[in-house]
């Protein structure tokens, strides 16, 4: 009437057959623990319940740290008018018709674009402090004049080289000027 469990009825007598028994745990599938009757093995019971317990946490905290990260990669502003510029483009592309497209009204030839003043010159001083303004092109020299800053990267490399050498020269001949007197 009692049939011993073997390895036709018991999946956790081999290692491979326990190890696809865990997958099919992971999946819900409790089949595998068919075998045995819940009452009479208490063990098997704690056993399931924490199992389930402990992989949900698992999981719950493990897609809270992918979403952790996910935000913290989306979180800056240029990223997020990325994605929108995307999202945009898409649109337009795909179900826009091709005379939609065309309609002066939705897509002007101009855009204006209104930034603070006070952040742009900030900006604007930090790059030139930090070498990465070329002042070369048109539409920042305007930028320039616009905004009030007074500027020439490759003209204040010189100035500063040469009003060294001038402090440098201006020491030497007060020391001159103290020998001879």
Known sequence: MIQTPDKNTNMFTDIRTSLFAM?????????????????????????????????????????IGMLN????EEDNRVSYLIWKAEILAEIELFYLLPNQRRWKTWFPEVIHYYADVEKTRTEIKRLIKEGEWDNKKFMQEKLLEKLHIENNLNDNKVILEKVKSND?????????EKLDN
């Open 23 to 63: 997958v099919l745990l992971l999946a819900g599938d409790l089949s595998a623990l068919s075998n045995w009757s819940y009452i009479d093995n208490p063990s098997v019971t704690i056993l399931i319940v924490l199992f389930s317990i402990l992989i949900a946490m698992y999981l719950m905290n493990l897609l």
């Open 69 to 72: 990260i996910a935000i913290n």
């Open 168 to 176: 440098e020269l201006e020491k030497l001949e007060e020391k001159l």
